[in-house]
């Protein structure tokens, strides 16, 4: 069964960073585009940033210059690392992958969230 598991979150101050992790697991064949999307309370979920296999990236014009993803094939890792933080970053971040297990046709996976705080 394939899984995508989120971790990195947590308190920071304004100005500051942190770095998202998401670990696909399961017997994959594939993963085709990863992203990190957020939701802040009372708000609709949002595409924050994007890759594709071949590592081409897109980034929603609030965190452009402060966010960098990037991800690890080998491994089945994407990061999201967040530099300059804002408190309207706050919210829950989610993993997002295009993923075709072994034997099975293709589907988009999301991850449980994890919490970012931007807060002094």
């Known amino acids: 069964q394939v899984q995508l598991v989120e971790s990195g979150g947590g308190l920071v101050q304004p100005g500051g960073s942190l770095r998202l992790s998401c670990a696909a697991s399961g017997i994959i064949f594939s993963i085709n585009v990863e992203a990190w999307y957020r939701q802040a309370p009372g708000k609709q979920r949002e595409l924050v940033a994007a890759i594709t296999p071949g590592t081409r990236t897109d980034y929603a014009d609030s965190v452009k210059g402060r966010f960098t993803i990037s991800r690890d094939n080998a491994k089945n890792m994407v990061y999201l690392q967040m530099n300059s933080l804002k408190p309207e970053d706050t919210a829950v971040y989610y993993c997002?992958?295009?993923?075709?297990?072994?034997?099975?046709?293709?589907?988009?996976?999301w991850g449980q969230g994890t919490q970012v705080t931007v807060s002094s």
């Open positions: 997002n992958a295009g993923i075709r297990p072994m034997g099975a046709h293709g589907y988009e996976y």
